[in-house]
């Protein structure tokens, strides 16, 4: 894998606890873990990036089940972590559970169950800005290209739908007013500008875990909301300034625990990565080859927000391209039928031969589901119709990749799906982005061929035009002419 050249002494590793892959979308050269037993994590956490991703698709449970996989995760990470301290592995470490960036997943439910396990934690920071997809929070006000985001689409999701965009205000709603608007604190955009001992001071007298809404609407404000929490975790007060002393409220050097909850852009804002060692030409170069050239590409669409509605329109016209649908409404009455199971098999081999003619007459199949989000009666059942439509298009996905070059993948569930069950991976290895929040991993998934180049790309990034434009790049390698 090609990553910049990192610091071999041991440091801070920030595990971030996933609630779907692409919260990986700022960041490069550092492995994505799709199981937890005790060796993978142990070659997680010896790996030489700061950074450690565990992708949970807790997004895609229900709420009893997501919290079931968080604890899990935290019950197998701790001693994972007590056996890399120990070894000198790694010297501290830190968690964040990386939520959708527009709002939608289990708060406060991950972060509770995080705490439990593996606090006490003296704050949990609530960070969803994501400054490469426009998100943004000023005066504790979250907002999507500058408009408040429970006026967009994002708050109407069929599962996770909420009424208003600032975060106090939010948190009530979510929590179920557990926690009121009045408990949680704020760190606004003046304070992380300002940055120094104000900073570092207000974050040391933080205490009993409490909810911080925390502004970003710049790299220098995240940036600074990063070095006073580096700083406080490690137990130095040596940017205190002159004249701070044991009783300026920094507890005399007393480390500080933090947990996150946020989006992407804090995540490389906490790690300081160097430069992204691959350009784009280069990522897209990783395609595989056959002995006649480059090797055919494969697009799954899985989202169905309407800005993935629009991408796929888009993608579709293209001469080089030929769509091939899922129709979800018959995927739904098979499973409320009897042997859905069968009936599912015999479908899934017609849409395997589509994929297949596609891929022989020298053009990308496109492998999408119908458009708009299907009539269920209750979450589960829409939980259920999800999963198993993320199921039909990883399996066929996974029948043709010894064949392909590359693999994009659209919405959340849809990658995960993709790489845990229809490839059977253990881990990714991160490359870096191609654009802006749309990542490149290498899955091993032969050992008698190059690593599969897949390109996850979430459902809600981007304009109308950029996954055709994802696609030209790894098509040309140069990109849309």
């Not at 426009?134 to 967009?152: A, I, K």
């Not at 875990?209 to 990063?226: K, M």
């Not at 005399?252 to 996150?260: E, K, Q």
Request: hydrophobic share 45%.
């Amino acid at each position: 894998m090609a990553q910049a050249t990192l610091d071999p002494r041991p440091g801070l590793k920030i595990v971030v606890i996933d609630d779907d892959p692409t919260g990986s979308q700022t960041v490069h050269g550092c492995p994505l873990l799709l199981r937890w037993d005790a060796e993978t994590l142990a070659a997680g956490l010896a790996h030489p990036s700061p950074l450690l991703f565990l992708l949970a698709n807790t997004r895609a449970l229900a709420p009893a089940a997501a919290a079931e996989r968080v604890r899990e995760i935290c019950r197998a990470l701790r001693p994972a972590l007590e056996r890399a301290m120990a070894a000198g592995t790694i010297a501290s470490w830190l968690v964040v559970s990386r939520g959708d960036s527009t709002l939608r997943g289990h708060f406060p439910l991950e972060v509770e169950v995080i705490a439990t396990e593996l606090g006490p934690f003296d704050a949990t920071l609530l960070v969803p800005a994501f400054l490469e997809g426009g998100r943004t929070t000023v005066d504790g006000e979250h907002r999507l290209h500058g408009r408040p985001v429970h006026e967009s689409p994002f708050a109407r999701d069929g599962l996770f739908a909420y009424a208003t965009s600032h975060l106090p205000d939010w948190v009530e709603e979510k929590s179920g007013g557990r926690i009121p608007a009045t408990a949680v604190d704020r760190i606004g955009w003046r304070e992380l500008e300002a940055g120094g001992p104000a900073l570092l001071r207000h974050l040391a007298r933080l205490e009993g875990n409490v909810c911080v809404a925390v502004d970003g609407a710049s790299e220098r404000q995240l940036a600074s909301l990063a070095t006073a929490v580096r700083s406080l975790i490690a137990g130095s007060t040596a940017d205190d300034g002159p004249g701070d002393g044991p009783g300026d409220g920094l507890g005399a050097g007393r480390p500080r625990r933090f947990l996150f909850q946020s989006a992407a852009s804090l995540i490389q804002a906490l790690a300081s990565l160097p430069p992204q060692p691959l350009a784009p030409a280069a990522l897209a170069a990783l395609r595989r080859r056959g002995g006649d050239g480059p090797l055919p590409g494969l697009v799954l669409v899985g989202s169905h927000v309407p800005l993935a509605d629009r991408q796929l329109e888009r993608l579709l016209a293209a001469p080089g391209c030929v769509g091939v649908e899922v129709e979800v409404a018959k995927v739904q009455r098979l499973l409320e039928g009897p042997e859905p199971a069968l009936l599912l098999a015999s479908l899934e081999q017609a849409w395997g031969r589509r994929l297949a003619d596609a891929l022989a007459g020298g053009r990308t199949p496109v492998l999408y589901t119908s458009r708009g989000e299907a009539r269920c009666r209750q979450a589960g059942e829409r939980r259920a119709l999800g999963l198993a439509l993320a199921g039909v298009m990883a399996r066929l996905a996974a029948a043709v990749a010894p064949a392909l070059g590359y693999l994009i993948s659209k919405g959340g569930i849809t990658t995960h799906t993709l790489l845990a069950d229809g490839l059977a991976l253990e881990l990714v290895e991160l490359q870096g982005q191609l654009l802006p929040g749309l990542s490149v991993v290498l899955a091993a998934t032969d050992s008698d061929q190059e690593p599969l180049p897949v390109l996850t790309f979430p459902g809600n990034l981007g304009d109308p035009g950029t996954l055709w434009e994802a696609w030209c790049w790894m098509e040309t390698q140069a990109g849309p002419v």
